[in-house]
């Protein structure tokens, strides 16, 4: 079963950077679409960035220009590196396939405030 562990995340202030990354425990990992995911408290789990294993790259409009996600297809790496944070993106960050998500890991926490 595949298994996802990310890290990287923390408290920043507005403007701020942050770089997290996902592990992911899963065949064909370089031919999978992959997703960083968030969820705030309160709301619904939203996919932010996704990648296909050719390197296309998909954003939601809210972090267009702020956010990239890469992988590393040797290393079944995915990243998200967060530039320009504002408090609107703080949330919990989870990484999972783009189709069909599953076996949600613990996720990483950023929290943007001053």
């Known amino acids: 079963q595949a298994q996802f562990v990310e890290s990287g995340g923390g408290l920043v202030q507005p403007g701020g950077s942050l770089r997290l990354t996902c592990a992911a425990s899963?065949?064909?990992?370089?031919?999978?679409?992959m997703g960083w995911y968030r969820q705030a408290p309160g709301e619904e789990r939203e996919l932010v960035a996704d990648?296909?294993?050719?390197?296309?790259?998909n954003y939601v409009d809210s972090v267009k220009g702020r956010f990239t996600i890469s992988r590393d297809n040797a290393k079944n790496l995915v990243y998200l590196q967060m530039n320009r944070l504002t408090p609107e993106d703080t949330a919990v960050y989870y990484c999972n396939f783009k189709v069909a998500p599953m076996n949600w890991g613990q996720g990483t926490q950023v929290t943007v405030s001053s």
């Open positions: 899963t065949s064909f990992f370089n031919i999978v679409e």
């Open positions: 990648i296909l294993g050719d390197g296309t790259v």
